[in-house]
């Protein structure tokens, strides 16, 4: 039911109280596209949407308004989008995630890539890792949106998130592993293979 308003996906309030600055995390199909409305269950309080189809990050508010196509320029994948009410603007960025620590390949100086699987909406590594600690981090978004690394990470808290919450490290015994992250469209993160 994707046009149906009344089971629209809720987004995440990120403003400051007064601000409307909403999140999502959105599993995107190549000819698949959005709009942001202003009320679950009915198109009368916002229909939010492009500026004749332009896909620039504006947006205007009316039944005119044209859809949101995300993976028409970066294809199938899951996207992390921002929309500011108050500037009728949005963001939006195709989420590539990896792991980062002293116990994987690629240290504290660089993510080690995760493969993304559309189906099951899945990010997943498999291979050696040292003796040491781990994160998950997209830090590709952490510097669209932000222009900070770390914005955008999993850590060890009995809840995960996909946004930073200063949670600490995974610590890693040595040995061959099988790693899944899975994000909810509200940011709640599954991990699995820990």
């Given at each position: 039911n994707e046009w149906d308003n009344t089971t629209a996906m809720p987004m995440r309030y990120i403003g400051d109280g007064t601000t409307k600055v909403f999140e999502a995390y959105i599993k995107v199909n190549s000819g698949q596209a959005f709009k942001f409305i202003g009320e679950q269950g009915t198109w009368d309080n916002g229909n939010y949407g492009t500026i004749g189809g332009a896909q620039d990050g504006n947006l205007e508010n009316g039944g005119g308004s044209g859809d949101v196509k995300v993976a028409e320029v970066e294809g199938p994948g899951l996207y992390y989008v921002q929309v500011n009410l108050d500037d009728m603007k949005y963001k939006s960025i195709k989420?590539?995630?990896?792991?980062i620590g002293d116990a994987t390949p690629g240290a504290w100086g660089g993510e080690t890539a995760?493969?993304?699987?559309?189906a099951s909406n899945t990010y997943n590594y498999t291979g050696s890792l040292n003796a040491g600690e781990l994160k998950f981090r997209a830090i590709n978004v952490s510097q669209f949106i932000y222009r900070e690394d770390w914005k955008f990470a999993i850590g060890n808290s009995a809840e995960k998130f996909a946004y930073d919450t200063g949670a600490s490290n995974f610590p890693i015994?040595?040995?061959?592993?099988?790693?899944s992250v899975s994000i909810g469209f509200d940011g709640v993160a599954t991990v699995t293979g820990l």
């Amino acid at each position: 039911n994707e046009w149906d308003n009344t089971t629209a996906m809720p987004m995440r309030y990120i403003g400051d109280g007064t601000t409307k600055v909403f999140e999502a995390y959105i599993k995107v199909n190549s000819g698949q596209a959005f709009k942001f409305i202003g009320e679950q269950g009915t198109w009368d309080n916002g229909n939010y949407g492009t500026i004749g189809g332009a896909q620039d990050g504006n947006l205007e508010n009316g039944g005119g308004s044209g859809d949101v196509k995300v993976a028409e320029v970066e294809g199938p994948g899951l996207y992390y989008v921002q929309v500011n009410l108050d500037d009728m603007k949005y963001k939006s960025i195709k989420m590539n995630w990896g792991i980062i620590g002293d116990a994987t390949p690629g240290a504290w100086g660089g993510e080690t890539a995760m493969t993304y699987d559309f189906a099951s909406n899945t990010y997943n590594y498999t291979g050696s890792l040292n003796a040491g600690e781990l994160k998950f981090r997209a830090i590709n978004v952490s510097q669209f949106i932000y222009r900070e690394d770390w914005k955008f990470a999993i850590g060890n808290s009995a809840e995960k998130f996909a946004y930073d919450t200063g949670a600490s490290n995974f610590p890693i015994t040595a040995g061959s592993y099988t790693l899944s992250v899975s994000i909810g469209f509200d940011g709640v993160a599954t991990v699995t293979g820990l």
